[in-house]
């Protein structure tokens, strides 16, 4: 594998990203774990798609917390499953991350210099997947028929401006990977240690409520 291969690679995931939001709003997968960060591009690949996949369940949980005809449970049910979601997409990142690093590493020049990007790859994938969503749910936008033309007309700007977004977050990713080729910049990791969902952490899940014993 060289640097060519993994901007294959990377630029595989953004159309792979596109083509499942289409195919997902008409059978929805069941998440599977895509295992750990290995050094080949189908397990990259592969959890990509996962980590996409979570940000296809995020999106439509956090469209539904946003209705105002339903309950307080059903509110507070999209909240904790927007909690879980949000976990598994940061864990996903960097198992991308990782992935990564593994590819990379070995393929770096003599003396690459110490120098990191303030955003990983794997946090740009995200934006892509993010980006793949948006793409999709404005093009629907643009193709309502109880829509105003002036709101179809709007709606396809956006449109038009998403995609260049798309297009552009791309080939700074490809940049970036020019950048390790040449030895300019190393890729990194940057962990998020997440604390609201672990008990240990999060005080409102460990501290002493009122009329407990400590």
Not at 10 to 30: L, N, T
Not at 114 to 140: P, W
Not at 168 to 185: C, I, N, P, T
Request: charged content about 30%; overall charge negative.
């Amino acid at each position: 594998m060289d640097f060519q291969d993994i901007k294959r690679i990377v630029s595989d995931c953004r159309q792979e990203q596109a083509e499942a939001v289409a195919r997902w709003h008409d059978q929805e997968p069941e998440f599977q774990d895509p295992g750990p960060a290995e050094a080949d591009g189908v397990g990259f690949l592969r959890i990509a798609l996962a980590q996409h996949l979570t940000n296809f369940q995020l999106w439509h949980v956090e469209d539904r917390a946003r209705r105002k005809d339903v309950g307080p449970d059903v509110i507070a049910d999209c909240k904790y499953r927007i909690d879980g979601l949000n976990q598994r997409r940061n864990d996903l990142i960097e198992r991308l991350d990782a992935c990564l690093a593994l590819m990379i590493e070995p393929l770096l020049p003599q003396g690459a210099q110490q120098r990191y990007n303030t955003e990983t790859i794997g946090s740009a994938l995200d934006r892509l997947s993010i980006l793949a969503l948006k793409v999709y749910h404005m093009r629907e936008q643009t193709e309502r028929k109880d829509a105003s033309p002036q709101l179809r007309n709007e709606c396809l700007g956006k449109l038009e401006v998403l995609k260049e977004q798309r297009a552009a977050l791309l080939q700074s990713v490809l940049d970036l990977l020019d950048e390790y080729e040449q030895g300019l910049k190393r890729p990194r990791g940057f962990r998020q240690f997440k604390m609201y969902n672990d008990p240990r952490l999060n005080p409102e899940l460990y501290a002493p409520k009122d009329g407990t014993a400590a």
